[in-house]
């Protein structure tokens, strides 16, 4: 059994950063693709960014490219999401989830999912 936990959420001003974490313990690691959804209020489930086991990184939104900064620590079964100069329309719960079959912008692909941090950007 896989588990994924968040961590890192919260309220933060326009402009300001946060670093939100993605622990996983169960299976191994390194052999999942992992990657960021977000959802906010009234709004489908969207990918923000993901990293393959192979450390190749894709971003889905161009509103966050160049804004937010998707990592992973094999050693440390962690995945990051760095986002800097945050947006009002960044407010979302934020998920991480892991994929056995690699990179999809698709939900239904991921097999395992956290249960979500939320982060609020203040205008």
């Known amino acids: 059994q896989v588990q994924l936990v968040e961590s890192g959420g919260g309220l933060v001003q326009a402009g300001g950063s946060l670093r939100l974490s993605c622990a996983v313990s169960g299976r191994t690691f390194g052999a999942y693709a992992m990657a960021w959804f977000r959802q906010a209020p009234g709004k489908e489930r969207e990918i923000v960014a993901a990293?393959?086991?192979?450390?190749?990184?894709?971003y889905f939104i161009g509103s966050v490219k160049g804004r937010f900064t998707i990592s992973r620590d094999n050693a440390k079964n962690t995945v990051y999401l760095q986002m800097n100069s945050l947006k009002p329309e960044d407010t979302a719960v934020y998920y991480c989830?892991?994929?056995?079959?690699?990179?999809?912008?698709?939900?239904?692909?991921?097999?395992?999912w956290g249960q979500g941090t939320q982060v609020t950007v203040s205008s």
């Open positions: 990293i393959s086991w192979r450390n190749i990184t894709t």
């Open positions: 989830a892991a994929a056995s079959r690699g990179v999809s912008s698709e939900p239904r692909v991921y097999d395992y």
